[in-house]
Structure formats: structure tokens, C-alpha cells
């Protein structure tokens, strides 16, 4: 077997947010009507983590669930975990309209931390990422510069960040840009 | 700057988060129509100055497509509703009328 490697095996940068690939990530789609009390119980139970609300993310140890529309969540845990998560889901699912698919390999995840990491996002996205408007929990699917990204706060100093693999050296330079040093803009 | 608030994920989302989907509220007509149906149906398109009702996607959030009703004169947003609605709410068109009375777009009022 190949040894699996992220997109970008842990890229850095250090400006006035630390930057960082954090390396392979467990990630699944998972699509059905998220009021639905099978889809529901079926995400809880792989992953331990309360059933998110809209627009927000909810997490338990290494995983977790990101509200990502009204019929889609990101199932996150630990990236050997999927084969295993993966089919306790399609198990608990089978019979209903829904649909669980492993895509840890098809995204990248990003880390933006440190004092200035909202100003970072903040150039980048038509988001109000003031600390009254996001916090941590919060989850926004938005437009990074020209490519679709998802990200949630960890902390109030850290955000996640995923977009799409085929993306991911775009999106490392255009937070390296934004991360550069100096050019904190002092608005939070 | 057009800001719509997205119906399904409640986000007030920046146009350059959205696509423009054209005008609301076609019927699609297809085999068995006439072909003055089919033509109107391709090309012939609603180009108000005032209230106009478009339909949207929230292509770079929750990827839902949704309604709104807006000025092209002011850029005033009146609403936005979901997709599945055929015809724009009551409490919408109401809430047009007190701030412009009167308006008319295609068959409502
Ligand atoms: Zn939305």
C-alpha cells in the first residue's frame, strides 16, 4: 500500500497568523434531511457530537459535525476512522433517502491562528467575522478570493479552514498573502 | 452592494457569494406547447425599472437556490423566499405595496 499524504504535507507559514496544513483529516459527506430522526441519530452516534443547529458545528474528542446546508453535514474524525465511521453510517442509513461518502482525500484543511487570524479571513471573504458576528462554533461555507471554503472557529484565535484539494496550494497562498507580515489592519 | 439573506441557511450573503438566476417564476413550457408558448418561454423576459422578482443561488455557501424581490431602480431588497414557492408571498407583495403602491410585475400585484 501507498502511504496517503495530504495536499500540501503540512505546509507553514508564519506571518501575522500562523498558517499551517494540518495533514490528513477524516472528513464525510453526509446528505439526507437533516431533520430526519435517522439521519440524525445515524450522525450522533458515529460521532459522539451533539446534532449541530444551522450554520454551526458541534464536537466530541476528534470528531465532529459541521451543519453545512439543510440536507448536508461534514462528518469529521480521525482520518484512519473513516472505513469504520463510514460503514456504521451506511449501516444505521440503509433504507433511508441519504447518502454517506468518504471525502478526506478529495479536501484540504487548513489552520489560520494567532491574535490577527480573523483579519487574515477577513481580507479574504465577504463574511462580518467581527467577534459580536463569529465565534467558536460558528461554521460559514463562503467564497475564499475566487474558490468555495468552509471554515469554524476552534478558539478565539483559531480558525479551520477546508476547501478542495485541487485548490489547496491557491488557497495556502492566498493566506500567506493575507498572513504577510505588517500588514495587521487593526479593525477587531 | 447587493446583500440577500439566504431563506435555507438564514446567511446574509454577499452578491459575489451568489449567482444571478434570471428572472422568477417561468413556467417552463415544453412538448405540447404552442410555439408562441416555447418562444416566450426562451426569449421573452421581464425588464423593469422597479420591482422585479429573480431567482438566486447560494452558490458558495449552502448551494441552495432561492427568490427575491428587489428594486433595480434603488437596489432595495424587499425579500427573499425559497424555491419552492410558485408565486411570491402574500406577506411579500404586501410588505411592496406599502412602500410602492400601486406596483405591478407580470401577473402580480
Ligand atoms: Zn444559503
Redesign the pocket.
Known amino acids: 500500500m501507498s502511504e496517503p499524504i495530504s495536499a500540501l504535507n503540512h505546509a507553514r507559514f508564519d506571518g501575522i497568523a500562523d498558517i499551517a496544513e494540518i495533514g490528513l483529516q477524516g472528513m464525510i459527506t453526509l446528505r439526507g434531511d437533516l431533520a430526519a430522526r435517522a439521519v440524525k441519530s445515524a450522525a450522533t452516534k458515529a460521532t459522539g457530537a451533539a446534532m449541530p443547529g444551522a450554520n454551526a458545528i458541534s464536537t466530541k474528542d476528534d470528531s465532529g459535525l459541521c451543519w453545512m446546508?439543510p440536507d448536508e453535514l461534514l462528518v469529521l474524525c480521525p482520518y484512519a476512522a473513516v472505513p469504520e465511521v463510514l460503514a456504521q453510517l451506511q449501516t444505521a442509513l440503509a433504507g433511508s433517502h441519504a447518502l454517506a461518502v468518504n471525502v478526506s482525500d478529495a479536501r484540504a484543511v487548513f489552520r489560520v491562528s494567532g491574535p490577527a487570524a480573523r483579519e487574515v479571513l477577513a481580507k479574504l471573504c465577504p463574511v462580518d467575522l467581527s467577534p459580536a458576528e463569529f465565534e467558536p462554533g460558528t461554521i460559514r461555507r463562503t467564497r475564499l478570493a475566487q474558490v468555495p471554503a468552509a471554515f469554524w472557529m476552534v478558539d478565539n484565535e483559531t480558525f479551520q479552514l477546508v476547501c478542495f484539494r485541487s485548490v489547496a496550494q491557491y488557497v495556502f497562498d492566498l493566506l500567506c498573502v493575507a498572513a504577510q507580515p505588517n500588514s495587521e489592519v487593526g479593525v477587531f | 452592494m447587493l446583500t440577500l439573506q439566504?431563506p435555507?441557511?438564514g446567511?446574509q450573503?454577499d452578491e459575489t457569494e451568489l449567482s444571478a438566476g434570471g428572472e422568477a417564476h417561468l413556467t417552463r413550457h415544453g412538448p405540447g406547447s404552442t410555439e408562441d408558448e416555447f418562444h416566450d418561454y426562451l426569449f421573452t423576459r421581464e425588464n423593469p425599472r422597479g420591482v422585479h422578482f429573480e431567482r438566486w443561488r447560494?452558490t458558495y455557501?449552502?448551494g441552495?437556490w432561492f427568490h427575491a424581490a428587489r428594486d433595480t431602480q434603488t437596489l432595495e431588497v424587499f425579500g427573499t423566499y425559497k424555491a419552492q414557492c410558485t408565486e411570491p408571498p402574500k406577506e411579500l407583495r404586501d410588505a411592496i405595496t406599502a412602500k410602492r403602491p400601486g406596483w405591478t410585475w407580470r401577473e402580480f400585484s
Open positions: 446546508s | 439566504c435555507y441557511c446567511v450573503a447560494h455557501g449552502c441552495k
